[in-house]
């Protein structure tokens, strides 16, 4: 017993989330085998990874924010406004594909600005500052759309549809941003800084880190993400949609994927890595239910039941190590 228990303390949150990302698949696949489908079929295996390149974008994004000690509530609105944009943009042109991407970016830079400015300078709580941003634009969305609009053409929508083998082009596009996220935290003083803001405000500033471009920088990021995933939506469903991100949950899900892996909602402690580890959890929860034909509610009820129970877990582990 006494092994085992230390075994068990030995396994951080990051390993801790891809343990139990096997143990699910292992139940999962046995309890599908059971009913008479296979979780391990390709279909299965590419509707699973689809789902998590959606999220897990929009989570590396996420992750930036939350260990700089802030969040980012206004995602999903990100993700459906700048879906429009793509699609109206492009108007199925091949054409007009590298104005719309820039025009994505930018419209998505500029809200992560937004945020950032308004959390830094005006000293709002990020809380409440994200909230209201989010709440505008799904305002504007709701006034000047009834429903899809645009058009992506055909070259584009293969980024949403193709594969190599069985996984999709969508996922290695979330592994190259995970990637690119893992060397500028890793590699990068800009990275360092974030988990040093993250850590402690105060500390950070009196070491000389400039603290507002830190957070003005993670915010940017994470709206980029979400505009990133807004880009693949909109190839997924060949037009723009106004309640694509609200209704796909990506604010408060992107968030729990981040802290199912680890990362710690005050910030400073955490990694891409284990926000990976928390999308894939999700995604293969999903996956299984869905295989199942589980009730949606009973779903949300025992992803709730997994979330609490992680991040439970991981306090307690926290306390008894000493650490706060």
């Known amino acids: 017993m006494t092994l085992l228990r230390q075994r068990l303390a030995a396994i951080d ?5 891809w343990v139990a990302l096997v143990i699910t698949l292992t139940v999962g696949g046995v309890l599908v085998y059971a009913d008479g489908g296979s979780l391990f079929h390709q279909s ?4 699973m990874l689809q789902r998590a390149a959606g999220l897990g974008i929009v989570a590396i994004g996420q992750t930036f924010a939350i260990l700089a000690g802030s969040l980012d509530l206004s995602v999903a609105y ?13 108007a199925g042109s091949e054409g007009n594909v590298p104005v719309a991407i820039a025009a ?15 959390i830094t300078k005006l000293r709002i709580n990020a809380f409440i500052a994200t909230l209201g941003v989010g709440l505008l634009i799904k305002g504007y969305l709701e006034q000047g759309y009834a429903g899809p609009a645009g058009s992506v053409p055909t070259s584009v929508q293969r980024l949403g549809y193709d594969r190599i083998g069985p996984v999709p082009l ?20 800009f990275g360092h800084h974030t988990i040093a803001v993250g850590g402690d405000l105060d500390v950070a500033r009196l070491s000389g880190v400039r603290t507002d471009r830190v957070l003005i920088g993670t915010h940017i990021i994470c709206s980029i993400c979400a505009g990133i995933t807004g880009l693949y939506l909109a190839s997924r469903l060949g037009a723009g949609a106004p309640r694509v991100g609200s209704e796909g949950g990506y604010d408060l899900e992107s968030i729990a994927a981040v802290v199912l892996g680890g990362t710690v909602l005050a910030g400073g402690r955490g990694g891409v890595a284990g926000t990976v580890g928390g999308v894939a959890l999700l995604a293969a929860i999903d996956t299984i239910f869905n295989q199942l034909a589980v009730d949606p509610f009973f779903k949300q009820v025992v992803r709730g039941v997994v979330i609490i129970a ?10 008894k190590a000493g650490r706060p």
């Open 13 to 17: 949150s990051t390993r801790g989330v």
């Open 44 to 47: 299965s295996i590419v509707s």
């Open 78 to 90: 990100v993700i459906s406004l700048t879906s429009l944009i793509a699609a109206e943009t492009m």
């Open 104 to 118: 994505v970016l930018a419209v998505s830079a500029g809200i992560g600005l937004a945020n950032g400015l308004l």
């Open 170 to 189: 969508s996922f290695l596009l979330m592994a190259a941003v995970a990637v690119a996220a893992w060397v500028v935290l890793q590699r990068t003083r």
């Open 310 to 319: 992680a991040v439970a877990i991981y306090a307690l582990r926290r306390r």
